[in-house]
């Protein structure tokens, strides 16, 4: 079992890792809504509008991890 100082060092690395991540994927979920608000502002249907924003925040994702989108 790792020591004390050795398992602090790397729940830092784990909260940095998560925090680099909340970073990065925050503003493609604020998007996703936005883009869900104004298809419903437009009248499109609620679930239509989840479904475009999913298959939104997917490419997004997708492509910030290096894929094709």
Known sequence: MPDDELMGAMLAQVAQACMQTK?????????????????????WSEINAERVATSYVQAMLKSAIGGPA
């Open 23 to 43: 970073e990065m994927i925050g503003p493609i979920l604020d998007s996703a809504e936005g883009i869900k608000a104004d298809m419903i502002g437009r009248g």
